[in-house]
């Protein structure tokens, strides 16, 4: 990447309201069948639209063609079904019906690789995709056919892989892999998350990424960084064997966050995405605010490899909201960039 300090987002943003039910995940369609294909490839254009005005550098299709970003991957693989759903706790956190596996977990045919070509189409910027991470997976699951969390998510990280690999063909240059379960299930990150993450990037020459945040901004999420005390120090279990792993980049996230700026000694040496935009808060920040965590953020990742970034996904703002935000992350980046290069 040629561009100093390239902007991106961590993945989703909102959805048009003719599409889909604002500010509401899992929200159904509003179109259907070929209507439906056809406003899926307009609203990926319409974000699209919005990243390139607001200056973003890496772009994405702005998940508007998902319904989750866990959920609809896996509604593509044999082995799950969707009708037999249980109760399951998600991340310690909350309770949600969630679909079982009652087979083999298999993936018949690509999930997103035409989509992703569809994005390649409309641009000649550099393309961030993303898919779940496998622990993220697993824990969004009831698994009545392995029960065992590491064998599924072994069985995940080799789809995942082969999704990976025919995203790269499609010409993505960033796969990213959301995994905001690594903030909690420390112990089964550093016996076997990294690993299958490892897996998943396999034979890869695209650069790779993984996003481990504090999740949307929503109610659960908010409340459970309410009981996480005065500094949060989660990423500290983790990136001691994240920085020895393959993955090139490490999506953070810092803007309002109490998160010890100095964690990100401890993977010197990767590519950041430093989250400098709040996606748990309506306040649109300014271009100022988002410099300053960025300016923080070089105390301790060299310029080359710092990633002006959301904390997470904007999918449940509005649409308002995340364009200002946007245009704040874009800003804020060419203000630091401006300082660098002075
Ligand atoms: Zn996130």
């Avoid at 300090?5 to 003719?18: E, I, Q, R, V």
């Avoid at 259907?32 to 294909?37: F, K, M, R, S, T």
């Avoid at 040496?269 to 070089?298: F, H, N, Q, W």
């Amino acid at each position: 990447m040629k561009t100093l300090l390239p902007t991106s987002t961590a993945g989703s943003l909102p959805k048009p309201s003719w599409l889909s039910e604002p500010k509401t995940l899992w929200s159904p369609w509003k179109l259907e069948g070929a209507a439906l294909v056809e406003g899926k490839q307009d609203a990926l254009r319409v974000s699209l639209a919005e990243q390139q005005l607001a200056g973003i550098d890496i772009v994405s299709d702005g998940e508007q063609t998902r319904q989750h970003f866990v959920t609809t991957f896996i509604e593509h693989l044999d082995g799950v079904d969707f009708e037999k759903r249980e109760t399951v706790r998600i991340r310690d956190r909350y309770d949600a019906s969630v679909p079982s596996v009652v087979g083999a977990v298999a993936r018949a045919k690509p999930v997103f690789v035409e989509d992703a070509k569809f994005l390649r189409s409309l641009t000649k910027a550099p393309i961030k995709w993303a898919l779940p991470g496998p622990m993220t997976m697993i824990d969004t699951l009831y698994d009545g056919h392995y029960q065992s969390r590491e064998k599924l998510a072994w069985e995940f990280a080799k789809i995942l892989n082969q999704e990976a690999r025919d995203l790269e063909a499609a010409g993505v240059d960033i796969i990213q892999f959301d995994e905001p379960a690594f903030n909690v299930f420390f112990d089964e990150v550093n016996d076997w998350g990294i690993a299958t993450l490892e897996r998943a990037i396999e034979g890869l020459n695209c650069e790779t990424a993984v996003h481990i945040c504090y999740g949307y901004g929503i109610k659960a999420n908010t409340d459970w960084k309410k009981t996480l005390g005065q500094e949060w120090r989660q990423y500290e279990e983790i990136f001691p064997k994240l920085q020895k792993s393959n993955i090139d980049i490490v999506s953070l996230e810092c803007q309002n966050s109490r998160v010890p700026m100095d964690l990100i000694e401890l993977i010197r040496g990767k590519k950041v995405m430093v989250g400098a935009i709040d996606v748990a808060s309506e306040t649109i920040e300014t271009p100022d605010a988002v410099a300053d965590v960025l300016r923080k953020a070089l105390q301790f990742v060299d310029a080359d490899k710092l990633y002006p970034c959301t904390n997470c996904g904007m999918a449940p703002l509005s649409r308002e909201v995340a364009r200002g935000k946007l245009n704040a992350l874009g800003a804020g980046a060419q203000i630091v960039r401006n300082e660098l290069l002075a």
